[in-house]
Each structure stands twice: as C-alpha cells, then as structure tokens.
C-alpha cells in the first residue's frame, strides 16, 4: 500500500480518462467514524465537492453503505445526480426473504435477553439487516456480547444468517451472496465502462475489500486508513483527506476534458 498522496501518478490517470466511476461508501469515508451511528453526518466540505461533481457528466458518483438507502440519501443530503445503495447492495426482493424475516424476529429476541445485561450494546434495525454495535460495552458487559455472539454464531452455522464484521460492528445479514464488489461490477457493465474509462473506489472496512477486487489493476482503489493485507492500492490517512481527492479530482476533471 502507498500513501495516496506520495505520488503523483493518479493525477494524470484522471486527466486521461475519458469518463470516471466515483464509487464511495459512506461511514469512515464521507464521515467520521462516531460513538453512535445515529450521529453520523457527510462533512459540510465534503458535500459541497460531491454537489458539484454530481452535475459532472463525465463522472459518475455512487454511493454503497450498509445503512438503509433512504437513511444513506438523507444523510448525503444530495438526491440528483447520484447514485445510491444501501444494505450492502442487497436487493429489495431476494429469494428466500419470508424465512429470513421470520428467522430475524428469533433473533431480535436473542438479543432482547442480552441487551438486559448489555446496555451499551447500540441495535440498529435496517429491515433486513440488524447491526449491533459494541464500541461503548464496559468490561462487565463484554462477557454478556461473548454469549450472545456464541448463540448468532449457532444461526449461522445452521446457514439461516450471515454475520457481517465491521468497524465494531456486527451485522446479522441475509445468507444470501450478495455484497459491494457485486455492485460494483453490475453497475459498470450496466454502463458500459469502456478501455478509457476510469473507475475509483474510496472506502475504509471489510465490506470495501470487495469493491477494491471488483477493480481492474489500472483503476484507483483506495482506503481510508492504512491495513496490511488489504487490496487496496493506495491509502488516506483520514476522512479529511477524502475531501482532498474529491477537490482534485473537481479541479483535474473539467467539464470538458
Ligand atoms: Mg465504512
């Protein structure tokens, strides 16, 4: 991995291309890692950059999370001109969701007994998918989030959910196979990304991995947050400087070259 900004090459790879795929994720990328995740904004700067990109014609701007899509937009807080997905990519219809709903109601109350020990354990419901986040768990509640995790575990092994790890978070997912590298691929071949096309990938956790493969080596993968083994070419130190690529990227790409 190299420090984005140690080089210049990705510069001109911008100046050459003739359209861009903007793909971005949203918590730890567009906005700062927080306590809650009920907390979490799009930088004022950052969106400013996003809004005028988003009138760009040669550059396309996508946006995966994990969160609900309409909790993902009114957090952007830009409806036009980009291009939203929320839950990971997962479909609104997929097979198998009745018995994946009812499984969930099991769950839910799984961790209603546990959340009686656990207080700091933060729920958030995304329809169809439950993320618990265990940031702010004391000493004492920790043994309590080890058996709940033991008994999800059981789902899982019996393939009714799928655990997703995070950024201190656990999602209890659909045990579908589906995920942000699907997107991706789809969404490029749906507009079809020709020779001269050049697609980005900013993004900072497990879930992005996929997104960074589903790129071709001459593409610009990057991670917020340097990490050893990841498969991105290039990292950022911070959210801050995600606004810095953003602005690059306005001033390199005109509306004409
Ligand atoms: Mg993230």
Redesign the pocket.
Known sequence: MQYLFSTRQWESKIVAARRIFLFL?????LSP?VKHPYQAHILPSLKTYLRSLSCRKNIVIVII??RHREDLIRRVGIRRGIIYFGWHGLKVRFRGKKRFLNTLVQIKAVVKKWRRHCSHLVKEDKEIILALHYRNLNSQEKECWQKLKKELARFAAAGSIQLGF??KVLEIRPPQKFGKGEVVKELLKSKCRGREDLAIYI???L??EEGFCALREKDLTIR?GYKKNSAARYFLRSTLEVEKVLGSLLNLKSEYN
Do not use: C, N
């Open positions: 994720d949203f918590d730890g990328t890692i999370s994990g995070g950024k993004g900072d956790d879930t992005d917020v």
